[in-house]
């Protein structure tokens, strides 16, 4: 009767050896393909938002939703005590925050806004990917809902800086990429080249040391599609008036590379956020 042979521990570590290298393999190539599904995934989201704002449109007058400072006939002026109450006017600032008006337009034209707004996981108002927004959103979520937060750079209608445009005394430069850009109410007109919307990509630039630039915070990165070192995205997803969501590739911006980061530079406020949405186009 033969005596039966197990593996050698040769065997065994050459067994180890092969599967590691075949992890190794396989690894990046699974890595890639969640990056692109999640691109995917986010490119989706911005449809989504292109057949509301098209909808909406159609609706009234070719118009965006107005996401000004100044509040709409009907509305309350703001107050930062009752920004519950739906009738309270809460304006749109920045880049990520929106208006009341805005708000009612995601509730009519593209998600119902509720208590998963910041957490749910397949959630068009925010790009997969994610985190430090999601992550206010998640520990007040009541100031989130109501003063409109949300996972991307939304840009039409928005009310240009004045004396009394921002109620956190960081009022943001829309400059670099255009007024226009921002400002612009309908379909159509002198800007309609410009995107509506694009992925988040932000830094901190800290007034007390203005050469460094700060992609991660406490919650972790600022940007969408994060992959350079955990801190710089790979690109960033466009959305144009006509639908098309189109993805634009980054290139590496050294902290103290200004050049670089000038021709990407879309908005900023003194001391505090560099918002980089700029790419070339036709007037």
Not at 43 to 72: E, I, R, T
Not at 77 to 92: C, E, F, I, L, R
Not at 124 to 131: D, G, I, R
Not at 216 to 229: F, I, L
């Amino acid at each position: 009767m033969s005596k039966k042979k197990g593996f050698t521990l040769i065997e065994l570590l050459v067994v180890i050896a092969i599967i590691a290298l075949l992890l190794s393999i396989i690894a990046p190539a699974l890595g890639k393909a969640k990056h692109i599904t999640r691109r995917m995934l986010c490119a989706s989201n911005m449809h989504q938002w292109a057949v509301g704002l098209s909808a909406y449109a159609l609706d009234n007058k070719n118009y965006f939703p107005y996401n000004g400072w100044d509040p709409l006939p009907g509305y309350l002026p703001y107050d930062a005590a009752n920004v519950s109450d739906p009738q309270v006017w809460t304006p749109g600032y920045d880049v990520a925050w929106n208006s009341r008006k805005v708000q009612e337009f995601w509730r009519d034209y593209v998600m119902k806004v509720g208590s998963e707004m910041g957490t749910k996981k397949n959630n068009v108002l925010f790009c997969p990917t994610q985190v430090a927004h999601r992550t206010v959103a998640a520990a007040n979520l009541d100031m989130a809902i109501n003063q409109g937060l949300c996972g991307y750079f939304y840009l039409p209608y928005r009310q240009p800086p004045g004396p009394d445009y921002n109620w956190d005394s960081m009022s943001m430069k829309y400059t670099p990429a255009g007024i226009g850009w921002v400002s612009k109410e309908t379909f159509g007109g002198k800007f309609a080249h410009a995107p509506l919307m694009t992925d988040i990509t932000q830094a901190w630039m800290g007034a007390t040391s203005p050469e460094v630039t700060k992609w991660v915070g406490a919650a972790g990165p600022y940007s969408n599609h994060v992959t350079r070192g955990g801190q710089q995205p790979d690109g960033q997803n466009y959305m144009f008036e006509d639908g098309r969501v189109t993805w634009i590739k980054w290139t590496y911006i050294e902290d103290t590379d200004k050049s670089a980061r000038k021709l990407r530079l879309g908005a900023y406020t003194l001391g505090a956020w560099d918002c980089y949405y700029k790419v070339p186009f036709d007037q």
